[in-house]
T-cell receptor
Framework: DTGVSQDPRHKITKRGQNVTFRCDPISEHNRLYWYRQTLGQGPEFLTYFQNEAQLEKSRLLSDRFSAERPKGSFSTLEIQRTEQGDSAMYLC????????????FGEGSRLTVL | GQNIDQPTEMTATEGAIVQINCTYQTSGFNGLFWYQQHAGEAPTFLSYNVLDGLEEKGRFSSFLSRSKGYSYLLLKELQMKDSASYLCAVMDSNYQLIWGAGTKLIIKP
């Protein structure tokens, strides 16, 4: 396993369209995170899964955003009715079981909403 | 509220030493991380401190003082490839990471 993978790497869409991103974490990692990052800022937490359970979701997250991890392996992040303010890098990270330990990030999915 | 502060940008010379500071105020503390992020790429893990003191790893070292809510990342023998953003993140009482905005490090020849 070479690490966390994300698809697509780049997505350009028109305002109002729906987009979906996929994340495949490191296989033995049961914890999966989604972050959003804009230029010059640190990652902003979106949501977190432990196995298939979505344990936390940012209060800042609009109801246009939804994430799933149906079998506790890969995860998807969907943004409905995209807005220009959604343009950002969407980062997925995974972590091994246990409370501590570093996050391993994927290469990210860059979204541009026109 | 929770807050992580680090300088926005720093400049240093190739071959020199640079120290990037990070101060934090969080609800609980379960460790502090430093990540490196090159432009357009994902963050990569550099170091983790949970106890006070200095952790050395090759050219990079990280220091933590929990009583002062303070950490620094020390980079020695700077190389051009060290030009990147350096992110400080603290794991809070819920084991969630609180991120700083990052310090952009520019290395000049």
């Amino acid at each position: 396993d070479t690490g966390v993978s994300q698809d697509p790497r780049h997505k350009i869409t028109k305002r109002g369209q729906n987009v979906t991103f996929r994340c495949d974490p490191i296989s033995e990692h049961n914890r999966l995170y989604w972050y959003r990052q804009t230029l010059g800022q640190g990652p902003e937490f979106l949501t977190y899964f432990q196995n298939e359970a979505q344990l936390e979701k940012s209060r800042l997250l609009s109801d246009r955003f939804s994430a799933e991890r149906p079998k506790g392996s890969f995860s998807t992040l969907e943004i409905q009715r995209t807005e220009q303010g959604d343009s950002a890098m969407y980062l997925c990270a995974s972590r091994r079981p246990g409370d501590s330990g570093e996050l391993f990030f994927g290469e990210g999915s860059r979204l541009t909403v026109l | 509220g929770q807050n992580i502060d680090q300088p926005t940008e720093m400049t240093a010379t190739e071959g020199a030493i640079v120290q990037i500071n990070c101060t934090y105020q969080t609800s609980g503390f379960n460790g502090l991380f430093w990540y490196q992020q090159h432009a357009g790429e994902a963050p990569t893990f550099l170091s983790y401190n949970v106890l006070d003191g200095l952790e050395e790893k090759g050219r990079f070292s990280s220091f933590l003082s929990r009583s002062k809510g303070y950490s620094y990342l020390l980079l020695k023998e700077l190389q051009m490839k060290d030009s990147a953003s350096y992110l400080c993140a603290v794991m809070d009482s819920n084991y969630q990471l609180i991120w700083g905005a990052g310090t952009k490090l520019i290395i000049k020849p």
